[in-house]
């Protein structure tokens, strides 16, 4: 296994990432680091690239050029299953939970990487699997109270509004015990109350866990107040890479936003 | 050689009747994306309700022709209302498994129909003017065994094709179904009106179903055994493409002939029976080649 | 007023993970078992025990191997009948060419040999998905009852095309009366449902549903697509031929591959459909349905012939049942898609509150 960076040292690395579909450029030649600790933020206006970066990073896409650099391993092509071993956990746009279970088993679906128990345990349950099985329930708990979810654990997860759907996907990629953690506009749809919940809980999980965080975010209030870096993409290319206020004054950035053409 | 010549030949004739019951497939995921797993006990209703108006009821070639389009159009229309609307908005399993409903429905209506109308489900027979004989200047020049009724079946197929390409192509109406196939929402935007459209779909599936059942019950009898020809063009639409009428036909002319190729040449070898089998297992190798078939487009998914 | 969960509370996560947490169910459940083991046995006749009872239980079986892989996993299957034609061949070659095995254990590898099949054929799964998917188990429908029937050390190159089973023994204990056969089905079925429940809520039984819901987001958080197919390939196809095995020892009697078909296929996936997808107790409901359907419309059929004196061909029963079936899918489909277990489920839930209406 690879060695865990110190605090403040880089723990992602992606170089020239370059990415293509058919004749359409995602992404062209975008490099920057997400430091071990802390908060990194990507904005862009729509259709920047921001998603398929994320993708990228955690191997649902392969790019044409550029490596990415993860707890010291560099890789061109990630395989999202080992992603997820390597602890790279994410949250998707639109919300991917697995609709036809409940609240408490999607997130106990973000164990299933640290569960061992034989398929022939398993189907005899009592024993090695039970034991298991609780010991797991009782982690996800934990994080079923830090999201304050409890109230809900058993429902079917189609049924819920869709603040707490991605209160519930955030708990699920909580589960895996990340050391980074990916969102994708995790504030999405959100009225102002759920967006301050949602902003306290991505704090506490960065303070109380120690897990690096990237998060793809419009609402600039939540970013510049969030953020420690900010990353910004412009039509496939990066444009600004910088603390709040450097980004916020970036002539660049200012354009690409009020929609100037270049 | 020429013995392999006329295996070839009839396995492609053969090939062109499934073609002809893909095109009903076809159509219909075509223009709905649903997958109809009724259309071969469509093929076979239609052909069963033709020969019980000619037999039964005595009515000349048009007419009985005419009324069972007219009772395919019928059914067509009321499976879109029954069947398919209320399940509009559910995964396509559900409603591939709703048209696998729908087939055993309409099994066994038409066989009780077969048992009404003539007391026992033996094959009927249809004719069509042509015989299953061979051409007899082919069987002189070249010493080939080629059936007259495969030739004139080809043609229909062929004339077939032809006619719905142009329909697809060239006219309003085969524009407005091909825009509903690709987006529902853009063209009831553009003014496009869906249930229109639903009823003509059907309407047209329902004819090339009367036109295979005419076929198919000329060539083997009017019988249960049809619905198994419907299974069959599975396999010939992996090859050509859910989507592509070219496809359902070159589709239709691949597993023919790979299949009547396969029992002559490989079935001595493993005590026969392969027809069987031959044309799933070749659909399911080339699945693993190409899931889009030949004639189809590759999707690509967006997270 | 009877189904009151007040005052039962569960204290540890133990007590709540329990399959029964409800007093009441575990009651139920109890009544249940003892009717199935004790109170059918002395009451029923032979005529339920063969035409019904048997063929129930092991369909049910069937279903549950159907339900895991289609229900659970979402990968949709036309060939269970043909994984339960390799359990009966299998299990009659086991029997027949390793003296001294038990019988159990002739099962349970018949089991592993469909297994094996099931997994060979679940391949393509790892490509396409969908109705492409189940073209692919039609090819096993069709070819492996052929392979079967025509490589004749599968039937011991018997010349009259006829299987007899051998008897069924335990330990010297001869299974032949038709209580006796029902009680070992029953056991059998009873124990690999239970098997079914628990992997169905751990760990596997998750991964399926994720994989069925949405695979892309399963295999980001970790999920192995590729090993969760097959297993549940793999299982399903077990279920499927111990199923098989039984269907030939313990109800036909016979190892008849081609009866294995396409057309029993597609009841068991009517089974599914209709007792409930992705439920254990659906699979149940589904295979009682469609094993009584039958008999009730030959009741009723025969008695509206008398009253209304309609003359009936020979054969009609079948085609009417064909057509009930058709209109029943289409029906739960789009009445009610999770089929009678979540109509069951409904009960119980207006049952809470009874006799208050909310």
Known sequence: MSAQPPAGEALLAVDDISLSFGGVRALADVS???????????????????????????????????????????????????????????????????????????????????MRATLFEQAIYVGRNRREELAHRAKVEEIIDFLQIEHIRKTPVGRLPYGLQKRVELARALAAEPTLLLLDEPMAGMNVEEKQDMCRFVLDVNEEFGTTIVLIEHDMGVVMDISERIVVLDYGRKIADGSPEEVRANPAVIDAYLGVAH | MQFFF????????????????????????????????????????????????????????????????????????????????????????????????????????AQLVQLWAFRDISPRPLALGFQDAPFDWLLGEFNMMVS?????????????????????????????????????????????????????????????????????????????????????ALPVLILGGFESIAGAIVGGLIIGAAEKLAEVYLGP?????IEGWFAYVLALLFLLVRPEGLFGEKHIDRV | MFYREAGQFRTSYAADQQLFPIRQDRLALLALLALAFVGVPLAANDYWFTAILIPFLVFALAALGLNILTGYAGQLSLGSAAFMAVGAVAAYNFELRVPGLPLLASFILAGACAALVGVAFGLPSLRIKGFYLAVATLAAQFFIPWLLVKVGWFSN????????????????????????????????????????????????????????????AAEVIGIPIMRTKLTAFAVSSFYCGVAGALYAYAYVGTVQPEDLNLDLSFRILFMV?????????????????ITLLPIYLEVLLTFLAHEFNLNLAPGTTSMVQLLVFGALIVFFLIVEPLGLARLWQIAKEKLRLWPFPH
């Open chain 2, 148 to 232: 007259r009724f495969d030739a004139f079946a080809a043609l229909v197929a062929g004339a077939l094709v032809a006619a719905l390409a142009v329909f697809f192509n060239k006219t309003r109406v085969g524009r407005a179904l091909r825009a509903v196939a690709d987006d529902h929402q853009a063209a009831l935007s553009v003014g496009i009106p869906l249930k229109y459209i639903w009823a003509i779909v059907w309407s047209v599936a329902g004819f090339v179903a009367l036109v295979a059942g005419l076929m198919w019950g000329a060539r083997s009898g009017v019988q249960f055994a049809l619905t198994l020809v419907a299974l069959k």
């Open chain 3, 157 to 216: 190159y018997s010349s009259s095309g006829v299987i007899t089973a051998q008897p069924m023994e335990i330990l010297g204990y001869v299974f032949d009366t038709p209580a006796e056969k029902y009680l070992l089905v029953l056991t059998v079925v009873a124990l690999l449902a239970l098997a079914a429940k628990n992997m169905v809520r751990s760990a596997v039984g998750r991964a399926w549903m994720a994989v069925r819901d949405m695979d892309v």
């Open chain 1, 32 to 114: 920057f680091d997400v430091r071990q600790g802390e908060i990194r933020a990507i904005i862009g206006p729509n259709g920047a690239g921001k998603s398929s970066m994320l993708n990228v990073i955690n191997g649902v896409y392969h790019p044409q050029q550029g490596t990415v650099r993860f707890r010291g391993e560099t890789r061109r092509r990630v395989d999202p299953h080992r992603a997820a071993a390597n602890g790279i956990a994410r949250t998707f746009q639109n919300i991917a939970l697995f609709k036809g279970m409940s609240v408490l088993d999607n997130i106990m679906t973000g164990r299933n990487l640290k």
């Open chain 3, 273 to 289: 459909i209709i007792g409930g997808v992705g439920s254990i107790l659906g699979s149940f409901l589904g295979a009682a349905f």
């Open chain 2, 269 to 273: 070898h493993v005590g026969g029976g």
């Open chain 2, 6 to 109: 006329e295996v070839l030949i009839g396995g492609l004739l053969a090939g062109v009747m499934y073609s002809l019951v893909a095109l009903g497939f076809v159509l219909i995921f075509k223009a709905s994306g649903v997958f109809n797993f009724a259309q071969g006990a469509m093929v076979f209703f239609a052909a069963l309700v033709f020969v019980t108006l000619q037999e039964k009821l005595a009515a000349p070639f048009w007419l009985a022709f005419a009324l069972t389009l007219a009772v395919m159009v019928l059914v067509g229309i009321l499976t879109e209302r029954v069947v398919l609307r209320p399940l509009v908005n559910q995964p396509p399993i559900s409603l591939f498994m709703a048209t696998i409903g729908l087939a055993f429905f309409i099994e066994g209506a």
